[in-house]
């Protein structure tokens, strides 16, 4: 039976709408269909401020894959963008993080899942709210909802598209 897996995806260099409207295509190809994605949000950098601003969009992917696999194919789909990791959040053609992987807490030294910096995060909460509002983060027991309205992040999150 598939988990219901909620990845972010991000783009800051390039053709950024282009870039994570294929990203979607591949991951739906290589992870399994994608039930819901949000509209696309402009958002101004997290960690490394001097930069262009990224254009960010939570997707719900229905995978057959198990964690690690899932990463590998989110991997695969950064490097057929041109994906280099240089600068820690540098600026970037396409990241893809794994936010939740159903209601399973992951620690490895390679993936550790629920995205360690989610409840952070304003411009991951903001479009996973869109999609998954209800859903509860598994190490902390409160909804998505509940998270961003807790968010201390303030960073401007503006919505582009639907």
């Known amino acids: 039976m598939p988990t219901l897996a909620y990845l972010l995806?991000?783009?800051n260099l390039g053709n950024r709408?282009?870039?994570?409207?294929?990203?979607?295509a591949e991951l739906h190809q290589l992870a399994g269909p994608i039930v819901a994605q949000s509209g696309l949000y402009e958002?101004?950098?997290?960690?490394?401020a001097d930069?262009?601003?990224?254009?960010?969009?939570?997707?719900?992917?229905a995978t057959s894959l198990p964690p690690d696999a899932l990463l590998t194919a989110?991997?695969?789909?950064?490097?057929?963008?041109g994906r280099t990791r240089e600068i820690r959040?540098?600026?970037r053609t396409l990241d893809v993080d794994i936010l939740l992987y159903g209601q399973e807490i992951i620690d490895t030294p390679t993936l550790q899942v629920p995205h360690p910096r989610l409840p952070?995060?304003?411009?991951?909460?903001v479009p996973l709210a869109k999609i998954a509002p209800e859903v509860v983060h598994p190490g902390?027991?409160?909804?998505?909802?509940?998270l961003l309205v807790e968010c201390e992040d303030m960073l401007e999150v503006e919505q582009i598209s639907k």
């Open 51 to 61: 930069q262009p601003a990224f254009l960010n969009q939570a997707i719900a992917v």
């Open 74 to 81: 989110c991997q695969q789909v950064e490097q057929q963008a």
């Open 43 to 48: 958002t101004t950098a997290w960690g490394l």
């Open 17 to 24: 709408q282009e870039i994570l409207r294929t990203a979607v």
């Open 9 to 11: 995806l991000g783009s």
């Open 120 to 125: 952070e995060r304003r411009f991951a909460l």
């Open 89 to 91: 959040w540098g600026a």
């Open 140 to 146: 902390l027991s409160r909804t998505v909802a509940e």
